[in-house]
């Protein structure tokens, strides 16, 4: 060993001892007579200390020579701190220092290696690897690992197995576009990497594995969105022999122990909401439930109190829907007009806002008043069981747009009301998942989370009349508004699967060649199986308080799906492509 410590563990008890630290120079404050120096490594900060008189010259000098991000070792005896810094670990000791080495000398850091770095992100995605030795980018990942570890041993005593399943498998048109990859012995073949192993965990039940799981990379062509990363990682899980009720108690209880373990939290009671409420109170299968503003509708399924006076904004609507922002009455008219031109911009495509302010005289003032008399409105704000002080703010039109227009608007008061609190954590299941959705443009059912869910047994009989009806025994949770895992109970029997493929417009011809391994498979005695599988790294950024998931991963891509370090994806050798059989000349 080239130390004896590291730069994290030293205090009072190590007064006197003979020490070697190993490093990198964070900073050198030369006064002259002394030399203060910060040796860092992953483990925290150490004070060394130079001396003239008391430390030897030849030491000294190599002192004087050091810069940033030097890799040295240095030898010598702890002392007790005349001026002490609670601020680091080490902060009661410092090492006067009686032998010094340069193991290697570095070229001054692009930007900054401190919490607050002057690096952009470009420049710290170029330089990874400096941007790993800062502090909160460290110990992210340092998080990221005890989440893996804390999953791993929960699973593990619950006899789950890790199973590896293969990178290089099948392109299939299902679901999101695939990466795939020539194979140099089959010419003019090519391999898919797995958009998630589903069919193989499947197949692991086929083969009685019972309970198997994987923290595994998962690949995804997708138009890059804000935040999504082309390759990522899940949590991966499949049972046999269970219910749903029992995925989501084992995995309800896999998330209850992460938080207790990682962050030290009772996560509170995690509540079940269908997908029709969530649809229907918050206008988002992901809704954010740290905070109420549950919608209302005035004009829906349920009653109408706008129709028949004239505005026909409302009269034309097929849903009128609003919300009730506490104690909000006092925004004034510019504050509204800001928050409709927010609504109105494309993003959005909002037509207008209507408001209620209900003053906290009891006076209730509208932008509608020219149509609506004070009773008409009074029900309203009833039917909102608005208390004088709030804001009832309204959007119409066709049902599904109105409401994710209102979801918008939902989240934004929230966040502008302090209602969504970062240190508060909610999690909540979504449930009965519709199993298809329609295609507008395709023309065409797409399963709406994958091809192998099943339908609820009670909407079976469905499948022949209305396909929109049927619900799926398909699940997602969802924490602060964040879908952080999903997943279904799985169809297992073959005609069943067959059915399905069906409906999804494949031929029996197409489902046998992309399918037929697992059908095949259910003709061999397939046990009735059920799984999920978390978003890893969103977990990780949400157990870390952060946004972005980028910053949980060692080496991401950027927005354009560019590893800027290495700089990938890259164009490869005419030689290359044609071994590969891709471009013959
Ligand atoms: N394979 C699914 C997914 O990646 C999850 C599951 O159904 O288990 O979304």
Sequence with gaps: MLRTHTCGELSLEHVNQEVVLCGWVQRVRDKGGMIWLDLRDRYGITQLLFEEGKTQANVLEIARSLGREFVISAKGQVIERLSKNDKIATGDIEIRISELNILNPAKLPPFLIEDETDGGDDIRMKYRYLDLRRNNVRKNLQLRHQVARHTRAYLDDLDFIEVETPVLIKSTP???????????????????????????KQLLMVAGFDRYYQIVKCFRDEDLRAD???????????????TQEDVLNTFEGLIRNLFAKVKGLDLPEVPRMTYADAMRLYGSDKPDIRFDMQFVELKGAAQDLTS???????????????????????YTRKQLDELTEWLKRPQIGAKGLIYVRYNTDGSLKSSVDKFYAEEDIKKWAEAFNAKPGDLILIISGASDKARKQLNELRLEMG????????????????????????????????????????????????????????????????INGVEVGGGSVRIFEKELQKQMFGILGFTEEEAQEQFGFLMNAFEFGAPPHAGIAFGFDRLCSIFGGADSIRDFIAFPKNNSGRDVMIDSPSVISDAQLKELAIKVE
């Design 174 to 200: 299902e679901g999101a576009r695939d990466f795939v990859v020539p194979s140099r012995m089959n010419p003019g073949e090519f391999y898919a990497l797995p958009q998630s192993p589903q069919t193989f």
């Design 308 to 330: 028949g006076k004239g505005f026909s904004v409302f009269d034309d609507a097929e849903l009128v829907v609003g919300i009730c922002a506490p104690d909000s009455a006092v």
């Design 228 to 242: 999504r990363q082309p390759e990522f990682t899940q949590i991966d899980c499949e049972m046999s022999f269970v």
């Design 415 to 478: 966040t502008r009301l302090g209602l969504r609190n970062p240190d508060e954590y909610r999690a909540l299941w979504v449930l009965d998942f519709p199993l298809l959705e329609y295609g507008e443009a395709e023309n065409r059912w797409f399963a709406m989370h994958h091809p192998f869910t099943s339908p609820k047994p009670e909407d079976i009989a469905l499948l022949d009349k209305n396909l929109g009806e049927v619900r799926a025994n398909a699940y997602d949770m969802v």
